[in-house]
C-alpha cells in the first residue's frame, strides 16, 4: 500500500516472546496484548504522536514486555548516505505521491487517509528542519528588524 519507504528504516526493536507453554488462543492474545503494548510504546516515544500503521491493532490491557533488542539494520557504509535529510525529504515526497495515488485508486480506509497525513507531517518536519540549516541572507535579516 506504499504506507512506509522500507529505505526509511534505520533499525529494528524486537522483544521476543516465549509463547511455547500457551495453547494456541492464549499466544493469539498474547500476541495482541504485546502488539497493543508496542503500539501504545510507540505512539507515546513518537516526536509527532503517530505511527505509520494503516490500522491500529485491537485494544488490550497493556503487558509487561521483555527486554527489547535493538539493532541497526542499515550497513555502515551506506548509512550517511540514507541518513542525509536531501534524500530523506526526497523519498519521503516519493512515498506520499505513491500513497496518494493508491487512495485515489481504491477504496481505502480512514486509517490509510491518517496515515498519508502522518507521512505529510514528517515531510514538512523534515523540510523545516533542512531550511533551517541555511545562514539567514543579510537582507532577510535587515528586513526582520524592520
Same mark, same amino acid.
Given at each position: 500500500?506504499?504506507?512506509?519507504? $522500507?529505505?526509511?528504516?534505520?533499525? @529494528?526493536?524486537?522483544?521476543? %516472546?516465549?509463547?511455547?507453554?500457551?495453547?494456541?488462543?492464549?499466544?493469539?492474545? &498474547?500476541?495482541?496484548?504485546? #502488539?497493543?503494548?508496542?503500539?501504545?510504546?510507540?505512539?507515546? #516515544?513518537?516526536?509527532?504522536?503517530?505511527?505509520?500503521?494503516?490500522? $491500529?491493532?485491537?485494544?488490550? $490491557?497493556?503487558? &509487561?514486555?521483555?527486554?527489547?533488542?535493538? /539493532?541497526? +539494520? +542499515? $550497513?555502515?557504509? @551506506?548509512?550517511p548516505?540514507?541518513?542525509?535529510?536531501?534524500?530523506? +525529504?526526497?523519498?519521503?515526497?516519493?512515498?506520499?505521491?505513491?500513497?496518494?495515488?493508491? +487512495?485515489?485508486?481504491?477504496?481505502?480506509?480512514?486509517?490509510?487517509? &491518517?496515515? %498519508? %497525513?502522518?507521512?505529510?507531517?514528517?515531510? !514538512?518536519?523534515?523540510?523545516?528542519?533542512? %531550511?533551517? /540549516?541555511?545562514?539567514?541572507?543579510k537582507? #532577510?535579516? #535587515?528586513?526582520?528588524? !524592520?
Open positions: 500500500m506504499n504506507v512506509l519507504d $522500507p529505505f526509511e528504516v534505520a533499525e @529494528i526493536c524486537v522483544w521476543p %516472546l516465549d509463547l511455547g507453554h500457551l495453547t494456541a488462543e492464549e499466544q493469539k492474545e &498474547q500476541l495482541d496484548c504485546a #502488539e497493543f503494548t508496542v503500539f501504545e510504546k510507540v505512539i507515546s #516515544e513518537s516526536k509527532m504522536g503517530a505511527v505509520l500503521n494503516e490500522k $491500529p491493532p485491537r485494544a488490550t $490491557p497493556a503487558v &509487561q514486555l521483555p527486554k527489547c533488542y535493538r /539493532q541497526r +539494520i +542499515i $550497513p555502515e557504509d @551506506i548509512f548516505h540514507r541518513k542525509h535529510p536531501d534524500i530523506r +525529504i526526497a523519498r519521503r515526497a516519493n512515498t506520499i505521491a505513491s500513497l496518494a495515488r493508491v +487512495i485515489s485508486e481504491r477504496k481505502v480506509s480512514k486509517g490509510l487517509r &491518517q496515515t %498519508l %497525513l502522518t507521512q505529510a507531517r514528517r515531510l !514538512e518536519r523534515l523540510s523545516k528542519e533542512r %531550511l533551517k /540549516q541555511f545562514p539567514k541572507d537582507d #532577510e535579516t #535587515e528586513n526582520n528588524d !524592520e
